[in-house]
């Protein structure tokens, strides 16, 4: 049972939670330490522009099924949980209450590497998605930026061994992005554990 602090970002139109420290020091490092190993990351290429460039972080999708994952014109096929990801998904769902089907992994090499402002609104991944991200290693910014009021931004330190849970209509009034940052970081592994549906709102 988790039993630190939980805090609600003051976001309108939103519902964002943060848990810091769901993991303590050493279950942090050994979960970096082993996904480091074990994750089959992969760099694709994104188009912008009409210019093709290399993806700035490595990725990698996995799920209890089969079921492919699109965004910004790229399409992941999962690999099969391992134990160690597997546990983390345990606690994560202990602590959120919710459960979840996919995991799609992301790392931040150094402060070059970035994902750009965008909501998680797939149409596979329902509406109103509960999207739960844990934070492995390195120490981030996260932003935030009101899709309407663009006056409306949030800025969060995510550290490690923690948890955001963003779900209700986050996806569909909010941006949110890793930027590149100038200072040195230490490299941080990123865990969205998320549900894919199907037409009539099934998980598969």
């Not at 139109?13 to 420290?21: F, H, K, Q, T």
Request: charged share 25%; with cysteine; net charge positive.
């Amino acid at each position: 049972m988790y039993k630190n602090s939980t805090y609600r970002l003051p976001l309108k139109d939103a519902e964002v939670l943060y848990y810091p420290g769901i993991f303590s020091g050493k279950e942090s490092l050994d979960y970096y330490r082993s996904l480091m190993e074990k994750t089959l990351w992969q760099q694709d290429e994104i188009t912008l522009f009409g210019k093709t460039y290399p993806q700035p972080r490595l990725t990698a999708l996995y799920a209890d099924n089969l079921a492919p994952y699109s965004y910004s014109g790229i399409t992941m096929h999962p690999h099969p949980f391992f134990p160690e990801l597997a546990e983390i998904r345990k606690k994560v769902e202990s602590v959120c209450g919710e459960s979840f089907t996919s995991c799609l992994l992301n790392l931040y090499r150094n402060g070059k590497d970035s994902n750009g402002w965008h909501a998680d609104d797939e149409r596979e991944l329902g509406i109103n998605p509960v999207i739960a991200s844990v934070s492995l290693g390195g120490e981030r910014y996260f932003h935030f930026k009101h899709k309407k009021e663009k006056e409306l931004r949030h800025k969060l330190l995510l550290e490690n061994g923690s948890l955001l849970l963003m779900k209700g209509s986050t996806q569909h009034h909010w941006l949110h992005q890793i930027p590149k940052t100038m200072r040195k970081t230490e490299p941080r592994i990123n865990l969205t554990f998320r549900n894919i549906l199907v037409p009539g709102n099934t998980k598969i």
